[in-house]
């Protein structure tokens, strides 16, 4: 199964200081990466070979043009063949920031992708946006909502990790 999903954002900002969000990404200071999902994590700064992930979500950089661009390549879960990435473009009043990912989906992932993964990532990434968009103008126009059964992964996975390390990662806030 071809994956393709697409999330961006218009942001009233200059594509230095949306470009400055994403080179943020897994920083002290990341004011990208929303607090409530589990926490974007990698080895060493941004840059080409950096390898980590966010909860059981496992890529290492594979292209980082500062201020502009960076591509991740997956490497867990199991059925995930793909990329994730982050772009920086500067459009009328503002500059848009947008968020693909493109997978090939086989073996778990033809069930976790659309059943769990997926609208995981939506909310994920929604979050996200809603999070650079107050960062960089101090407030929301539409803020993200989650959808019933966003709230209902959250909540199981909160009680299946209940005695045990956070499933959803050590820095999310359950539900």
């Not at 994403?22 to 002290?28: H, K, N, R, T």
């Not at 500062?66 to 991740?72: A, D, E, T, Y």
């Amino acid at each position: 199964m071809r994956v393709r999903n697409l999330h961006q954002r218009h942001l009233a900002a200059t594509p230095e200081q949306v470009g400055a969000l994403v080179d943020g990404l897994s920083s002290p200071d990341d004011a990208l990466w929303p607090d409530d999902w589990p926490a974007l994590r990698l080895d060493r700064p941004l840059g080409v070979g950096a390898a980590g992930g966010h909860g059981p979500v496992r890529y290492t950089v594979t292209d980082h043009t500062p201020g502009r661009h960076v591509r991740f390549r997956f490497t867990a879960p199991r059925g995930f063949d793909g990329f994730h990435e982050f772009t920086v473009e500067p459009a009328d009043g503002g500059t848009v920031l947008r968020h693909l990912l493109v997978i090939r989906a086989h073996g778990p992932a033809l069930l976790t992708w659309p059943l769990v993964f997926g609208p995981l990532h939506d909310a994920l990434l929604e979050d996200g946006l809603d999070r650079a968009e107050r960062t960089l103008t101090g407030t929301v126009r539409t803020p993200a909502r989650w959808s019933p059964y966003v709230r209902l992964l959250r909540t199981a996975m909160a009680r299946a990790g209940r005695g045990r390390r956070n499933p959803l990662g050590d820095r999310a806030t359950l539900p």
